[in-house]
């Protein structure tokens, strides 16, 4: 099947892929760097990331899985955790005369941890919970999450964790731009930064839903009882899954921290997993270019375009009705409804920017017949 | 598809054009309007507000600039910072005022740092708000004072010996205030027992039983509105009979409702008192009472909250800066504050090196059970 | 020892109770539909808020608590028609989603009539008023809890031991396909089903706020949380266990946020330890640890999933 296919979309892809990042790094050095698109642009690229690493649970495994807040945590707290500077951490921890980690490690190597940190929590709950079902795996990690989110605040690891209180003072994305000696910034990277690692984190990603593995997968999502008598061995590929996917959003959790300046283990609630959730529905599951493209359109939706539903309007002398705190998150809520009744496919289904091209391509050549 | 790509893109084109009409000038106030600290963050907002129609044009230079505000609503909660923030900062606001709350406070610095916006903060107690940095000053006393405060008149006024201590997990006001509170009572020769409720809690029947089991003689919870409210209502049930202490967050006609009616005591340190100053007392009960939303916003009686004063004061003293700057640059006016001084009805403001306002005396107040009003207890210094 | 733990047990009972109010609801549409709803906490919350507006409209409370009831039953009602039977075929995480979305979607509905801000419920005479239980003092309405959800369950268990549409749940329940084929019109036993837990949930936030008197969006969401993990750790689909785990959960959460005093009473520990923090997590880790020891819960039955 595979080979068949027409190599052309495929190479429009990348070139439209690489045309984004290029467009990215000059608009980040002709527009202000205040301007509202960067930020939605750094959290979008954050919370694409995460919701790849989700919908390769959901919709690719097959695994419904709530917990990604909680992995999300531990990753934002591994990294901050080791990338404070040393110098600040007195003002950090405060309450507990500094902290007992008193070292910091490159920022790459933080983040591999903050993965691997987030892995390791998925492995260890994996084992007890990936032989549950569906819904019952689904309030199983939910709690998990929870859990995490309590181990965390516990001031009995402040000395780690600061306890409940923040952890701020990290290298973060405006860290990223190229300054002078008088602090001027000559190049502007803390988007295209954010763009990259989340760009390269995803690529992983559809690497392995590619390869066997992936194919795998798939093969437990569609029917778990046939796949097994495929020979496929369930339990560890639902943990490898698991797992991998915890990775990613432990790296996307440190991405979150770098994007927030600030960590704090309260905000990573189940109300953080359900938006992320409905980012995968609507974008369509089972769709990696729909995740990403529905990330950045949530995330520019909810901090940009629809902002002026929040506040009074005036057309001339006439208040549109309505309007006031809140109402943008009303009329986000009926457009996922929708979404969620009618059109269950999402934006993508369960095709990729390829596939789109490539039925275009297909479409108009049998319209030239 | 295509069409969406389309709307999508004509969109973007549309919504960047911040076009700045000439002669205006925006100061960003970042507070929180909904949450747990919304009601305490919406009486901020209102002395803000008032103050601008009070005062709603500035003279920088030989220009006179019309003041437009910029009020974004930070949730209370840390991860809608930066939203916030970066509202304020798109909007090209020069100075921005806030934030009740000095978790959300620390959380968004960052982003005002970075475009190079200075802020002030009204009420943001914590030492954390302004340590450190150049961009960050404040109007308010800080916990440190507020925590010795406290301390010396538990141990001292009302006599207690132990006291229990209940905040909000990982609220940076509640956790800095005991922990200054604890350090202060305890080398007055006090004990102290302190214990955290997660967020959204809603019960606290058992925290209350707890103190009780303690032994403890003073109940010291300097929490947000909501959760005092729901404290006292919960006290005032199960028969606490120990004082309730609170820090200035108390200070809310909300919390004197829950408590009028009831035998709880409840103590606490704010800012101002109602009646130090008639003129402004005057002409803000009058501004409530005209304007239905402002009423609302505050609570739907026109008692003053402290916090109402403090952003009046932070308003003018903002105002005072730009006239100082003589420039609607952030960077000029960031250089400019250090050395701005007012008469503010909350008493003379000046800022020392760290940015925070030289304050020496906090106001103590108690709730009268029977009327609902606050009294003023003392004028409470540290020496 | 007693005088210290009787208050956490008190308090315990009364929140017990209130949660197996809502635990019911949960546990009566997983039987049927096999749905874990979400909304369900949200729905006691809605509850909760239509309390405050009616109470503040000016309507005396006799008439506000019928009509509460009535309207949280509609809410329920609607919710199911909307959100769930267009989905009837769909699989069953489709359903699971929309159920989020709709708790999403109720969530933000309130925070927008609110404006975010906490409600402070209306003081309902009589159960709001404090009385005396050896040296506690508490509402009434901690006490008159507990018997109040017994009473509320007894009736449901005759209503579905007893009646025809009790009948029809209890076929629905065991096997839904056959059921329909046997005449049964599951549509209208599905909505029954939403009805009762719905004016359950009514009754439980009528209850739970007139204890802890504030509402707001997110009010329904723990609650509704640990009343779904009593269901399952009592069997889900069976209603007394549903009400055994509810107080079960109740009472250790409340010792929990006590084992710091006890711990300390009995000199064991010298300054709080913080474990209160653990109150919200046990509860989880207590579903976490019944899934995996007894999945089907204290009463479920034992199901075998037909491939």
């Not at chain 1, 983040?111 to 390791?120: P, V």
């Not at chain 2, 010291?220 to 005032?236: D, G, K, R, W």
Request: proline share 3%; aromatic share 10%; hydrophobic share 50%.
């Amino acid at each position: 099947m595979n080979q068949k296919k027409s190599k052309v979309p495929m190479i429009v892809t990348l070139f439209l892929i690489a045309a984004i990042y290029i467009a990215v790094f000059i608009a980040e050095q002709t527009l202000p760097s205040t301007s509202m698109l960067f930020t939605v642009l750094k959290k979008g690229a954050v919370y694409a990331l995460v919701a790849v690493s989700m919908n390769l649970l959901n919709g690719f495994t097959g695994i419904f899985s709530l917990g990604q807040a909680g992995f999300m945590l531990v990753g934002a707290y591994v990294y901050g955790i080791f990338t404070i500077p040393v110098a600040q951490r007195a003002a950090v921890y405060q309450y507990f005369d500094g902290g007992i980690v008193q070292f910091t490690v490159p920022l790459v190597v933080a983040m591999i941890l903050s993965g691997l940190a987030a892995a390791f929590f998925a492995f260890l709950i994996g084992l007890p919970v990936l032989r549950l079902k569906s819904d019952y795996l689904a309030i199983a990690t939910l709690g998990f999450a929870e859990i995490i989110r309590a181990i965390f605040q516990w001031n009995g690891l402040g000395p780690v964790t600061n306890g409940s209180n923040m952890l701020r003072g990290f290298p973060n994305f405006n860290d990223f731009n190229i300054t002078d000696g008088n602090g001027n910034v000559t190049v502007y990277l803390s988007t295209l930064i954010p763009f990259i690692i989340a760009g390269v984190c995803i690529l992983l990603i559809v690497l392995l839903i590619n390869s066997s593995y992936g194919r795998a997968l798939k093969a437990i999502r569609d029917d778990e009882v046939a796949a097994e008598a495929m020979g496929i061995n369930l339990a560890h590929h639902k943990r490898l899954a698991f797992c991998i996917s915890s990775f990613f959003a432990g790296v996307g959790g440190a991405m979150l921290a770098m994007y927030q300046t600030t960590v704090q283990a309260k905000s990573f609630t189940s109300a953080m997993t359900y938006e992320i959730l409905l980012i995968v529905v609507i974008g369509g599951i089972g769709s990696v270019t729909g995740s990403v493209f529905s990330s950045f359109l949530f995330v520019a939706c909810s901090e940009w375009w629809l902002r002026f539903l929040d506040e009074k309007q005036l057309i001339g002398d006439f208040e549109v009705p309505l309007l006031r705190t809140g109402f943008r998150m009303v009329v986000f809520s009926v457009i996922i409804m929708i979404v969620v009744l009618f059109f269950r496919r999402g934006i993508m289904g369960d095709k990729e920017l390829p596939d789109l091209l490539s039925r275009r391509a297909a479409k108009k050549g049998r319209a030239v017949k | 598809m295509k069409k969406l790509i389309a709307l999508v893109l004509a969109v973007m084109m549309l919504v960047p054009a911040f076009a700045m009409a000439e002669d205006v000038i925006k100061i960003g106030v970042y507070e929180p309007a909904s949450g747990s600290n919304g009601a305490g963050g919406k009486q901020e907002t209102l002395g803000v507000q008032y103050a601008n129609q009070e005062t709603p044009t500035v003279k920088i230079g030989d220009t006179e600039y019309k003041v437009e505000l910029v009020i974004a609503d930070n949730g209370s909660e840390n991860d809608k910072a930066p939203s916030a923030a970066q509202q304020i900062i798109s909007a090209g606001a020069s100075i921005a005022l806030g934030s009740y709350g000095s978790g959300v406070s620390i959380a968004g610095s960052d982003y005002f740092k970075n475009a190079n916006i200075p802020v002030i903060g009204l009420t943001c107690t914590n030492p954390q708000v302004t340590a450190g940095n150049t961009h960050y000053f404040r109007v308010c006393f800080l916990d440190p004072f507020q925590g010795t405060v406290l301390a010396n008149y538990a141990f001292n006024t009302l006599g207690v010996k132990t006291a229990y201590c209940l905040g909000e997990l990982g609220n940076d006001y509640d956790q800095g205030l005991i922990e200054y509170f604890k350090q202060s009572f305890e080398k007055l020769g006090g004990t102290v027992f302190k214990e955290d409720f997660p967020s959204k809690t809603q019960d606290f029947t058992s925290y209350l039983s707890n103190a009780v089991a303690y032994g403890a003689e003073v109940f010291f919870c300097p929490v947000s509105i909501e959760y005092s409210t729901l404290i006292i209502q919960t006290a005032s049930a199960q028969g606490l009979e120990m004082p309730i202490l609170g820090g200035d967050t108390l200070d809310s006609n909300k919390v004197a409702e829950a408590a009028t009616g009831t035998n709880i005591k409840v103590i606490i340190t704010t800012f101002y008192q109602e009646g130090a100053n008639e003129k402004f007392d005057n002409g803000f009960k009058a501004w409530l009472n005209s304007d239905a939303e402002a009423m609302t916003n505050n609570g739907g009686n026109d008692m003053i909250a402290a916090v109402s004063v403090m952003g009046y004061d932070g308003y003018y003293m903002a105002l005072e800066a730009l006239k100082n700057a003589g420039s609607t640059d952030g960077a000029a006016v960031m250089a400019a504050l250090p050395t701005t001084e007012i008469d503010g009805v909350s008493g003379h403001i000046k800022f020392d090196d760290t940015g925070d306002a030289i304050r020496t005396s906090a106001f103590v107040k108690t709730i009268n059970n029977e009327t609902g009003a606050w009294e003023f207890v003392a004028e409470q210094s540290v020496e | 020892m007693w005088d210290t733990i009787f208050p956490y047990l008190l308090s315990g009972v009364s929140v017990g109770g209130q949660y197996a109010l809502i635990a019911i609801g949960y546990t009566m549409v997983y039987g049927i539909l096999r749905l874990i709803n979400f909304a369900h906490g949200d729905v006691f919350m809605v509850a909760g808020i239509i309390m405050v507006y009616l109470a503040a409209s000016g309507l005396p409370l006799w008439l506000c608590i019928p009509l509460v009831l009535l309207i949280t039953v509609a809410v329920g009602f609607l919710i199911e028609r909307a959100a769930y039977k267009p989905l009837r075929s769909a699989p069953r995480m489709s359903v699971m989603i929309s159920a989020i979305g709709v708790s999403y979607t109720l969530q933000n509905l309130v925070l927008y009539i609110t404006g975010g801000l906490n409600k402070q419920y209306p003081t309902i005479p009589w159960i709001s008023e404090t009385m005396a239980i050896g040296a506690a003092k508490t509402k009434v309405v901690t006490v008159i809890t507990p018997f109040l959800v017994i009473a509320l369950v007894v009736a449901l268990v005759l209503l579905i031991n007893k009646t025809k549409i009790g009948m029809a749940m209890r076929a629905v329940s065991k096997d839904f396909e056959t059921s329909q084929l046997m005449g049964i019109k599951i549509n209208n036993v599905i909505s029954a089903t939403f009805i009762i837990g719905s004016f359950l949930a009514g009754v439980g936030s009528i209850l739970f706020f007139t204890n802890y008197p504030t509402v707001i969006q997110t009010s329904g969401a723990m609650p509704g949380l640990k009343a779904f993990v009593a269901a399952v750790f009592g069997g889900i689909g069976s209603i007394p266990g549903a009400v055994i785990g509810a107080f079960i959960i109740g009472i250790m959460e409340n010792i929990i946020k006590g084992l710091d005093v006890i711990l300390f009473k009995l000199g064991i520990i010298a300054q709080p330890v913080g474990l209160a923090t653990f109150s919200d997590a046990f509860t989880f880790a207590l579903l976490i640890i019944i899934l995996i020891v007894k999945p089907t819960g204290l009463f479920g039955e034992k199901v075998t999933d037909k491939v």
